[in-house]
């Protein structure tokens, strides 16, 4: 069973526009959200995150949107550019066994291009 | 600094056949983590070491074996190599007391005939 479903495999956006990612989860125990950016041929790079006593944490051109009672966050990219055209990852996390060994469940991910 | 390394970058086995994976990261990071990524299916943990001399199972560690041979290296090895372990493998690693936010390598793209 999916925990962290990204049900857009592919985003197609004009430059300049507002470029917006969806994820849902299911497992009420996840406190911390990330998204990943990813490049072909590179591994994930951390782009964002929020904690789950927050709904929204911005950073630049990029924010993200929690909500906990809908299970769903979000990625706002404004204004989208062509270098923001990669595979985008949701991830969530929560501490195993007290033990702080946090684990990343991921999403899908959605393939994002900016059209010029 | 280099963050995580891994080796080598491609590789191509034979049914049956062993390999190790070596990953290793330079910023002193106390829990290190493999993944896999297949097409359409984000990234699975195959191995996680929450700290040097500890080492625990993810969602997909059939197949697998892993090594924390000291804080920096954390390596995955495939004893008898199957074509459904063709995929990209992933290595990471975390700094303590921080809530999930892990950093990458550029992974090893790895097929098996």
């Known amino acids: 069973d999916q925990q962290v479903k990204q049900n857009s495999p592919s985003l197609s956006v004009q430059e300049g526009r507002i470029s917006i990612l969806n994820c849902d989860y299911t497992n009420s125990m996840f406190d911390y959200f990330l998204w990943y950016k990813k490049y072909p041929a590179e591994g994930p790079t951390f782009l964002i995150s929020?904690?789950?006593?927050?709904d929204k944490n911005e950073d630049g051109r990029f924010t993200v949107f929690l909500n906990k009672s809908a299970k769903h966050l979000s990625l706002h990219i404004v204004p989208s550019q062509p270098g923001d055209s990669a595979v985008y990852f949701c991830?969530?996390?929560?501490?195993?066994?007290?033990?702080?060994?946090?684990?990343?469940?991921f999403g899908k991910g959605t393939k994002l291009s900016v059209i010029p | 600094n280099a963050g995580v390394t891994q080796t080598p970058k491609f590789q191509v086995l034979k049914t049956g056949q062993s390999m190790t994976l070596q990953c290793a990261q330079d910023?002193?990071?106390?829990?290190m983590y493999w993944y896999r990524q297949d097409p359409g299916m984000g990234l699975r943990l195959i191995y996680y070491?929450?700290?040097?001399?500890?080492?625990d199972k993810g969602e997909v560690p059939n197949g697998y074996n892993v090594s924390r041979l000291n804080k920096r290296e954390f390596s995955l090895r495939l004893e008898s190599a199957a074509p459904s372990q063709t995929s990209v493998y992933f290595c990471?690693?975390?700094?303590?007391?921080?809530?999930?936010?892990?950093?990458f390598g550029p992974g090893t793209r790895l097929t098996v005939t």
């Open positions: 991830a969530a996390s929560y501490a195993y066994s007290g033990a702080g060994s946090y684990q990343l469940t």
């Open positions: 070491s929450a700290s040097e001399g500890t080492t």
């Open positions: 990471a690693s975390r700094e303590r007391g921080t809530s999930g936010e892990q950093y």
């Open positions: 929020i904690s789950s006593i927050k």
């Open positions: 910023m002193n990071h106390n829990s």
